[in-house]
């Protein structure tokens, strides 16, 4: 186990009611306890969030970086329904 370091810490009533709370149900063994706990979870957090973060970035760079021609939403609902009339032709043929 890492060497502690004691540090004085500032909570609110509530947060300081939650601690005590913590301890007195058996939860954890002491207010240290609960604190350390806290920040492992806050560290996670964090780090899922970096993570998060990193694959958004990715992704938007991999749009950015993406030689595909940019179409408008004009264009777009034109091809769909230039799709949809060829397949519902198709459709058609063959049910007949």
């Given at each position: 186990?890492?060497?502690?370091?004691?540090?004085s810490?500032?909570?609110?009533?509530?947060?300081a009611?939650m601690?005590r709370?913590?301890?007195?149900?058996?939860?954890?063994?002491?207010?240290?306890?609960?604190?350390r706990?806290a920040?492992?979870?806050f560290?996670r957090?964090?780090e899922?969030?970096a993570e998060?973060?990193?694959?958004?970035?990715?992704?938007?760079?991999?749009?950015i970086?993406?030689?595909?021609?940019?179409?408008?939403a004009?264009?777009?609902r034109e091809?769909?329904r230039?799709?949809?009339?060829q397949?519902?032709?198709?459709?058609?043929d063959?049910?007949?």
């Amino acid at each position: 186990m890492e060497s502690a370091e004691k540090l004085s810490v500032t909570v609110t009533p509530a947060m300081a009611r939650m601690i005590r709370e913590k301890v007195e149900d058996g939860s954890f063994g002491s207010a240290s306890e609960v604190i350390r706990a806290a920040l492992r979870a806050f560290q996670r957090e964090e780090e899922e969030h970096a993570e998060r973060l990193a694959s958004i970035r990715a992704r938007v760079k991999a749009s950015i970086e993406d030689t595909r021609p940019n179409l408008s939403a004009e264009e777009v609902r034109e091809r769909l329904r230039k799709f949809a009339d060829q397949h519902s032709s198709r459709a058609d043929d063959s049910a007949a």
